[in-house]
């Protein structure tokens, strides 16, 4: 089956501010290259394997999941219909983030529901 992945503008935001923050400690082109490699690790990953993170614990549907890649976790949305799967990502922060506030944060949890 044909799995397609999209990125959500919040959570290209996210890629940036992630860069932004990995780039106080490196250099900005290592900072961009590390979260690219993430970013394409994460894909590779979920291409293959739509379903191999778990259910969200911060939203109750079934078709949100989350994985982690590194030290980042990725929050993806899963759609499927007979010609395809798609992953949206949703959001993106360091585990060290308190990940349920930044939904918070974001109203994402009622934009969704």
Do not use: C
């Amino acid at each position: 089956m044909n799995v397609q992945v999209n990125v959500a503008p919040l959570a290209e935001n996210d890629f940036r501010v992630a860069i932004d923050w990995r780039s106080r400690t490196t250099s900005a082109t290592e900072a961009k290259s590390h979260i690219k490699t993430v970013l394409s690790d994460f894909r590779n990953q979920i291409t293959l394997f739509p379903e191999s993170g778990r259910p969200s614990r911060f939203l109750p549907d079934s078709d949100f999941r989350e994985a982690v890649k590194g030290d980042y976790l990725f929050l993806y949305e899963i759609s499927t219909n007979d010609i395809a799967t798609t992953i949206t990502i949703l959001a993106f922060s360091h585990q060290r983030m308190d990940f349920k506030t930044l939904l918070h944060q974001r109203n994402l949890q009622s934009q969704l529901f």
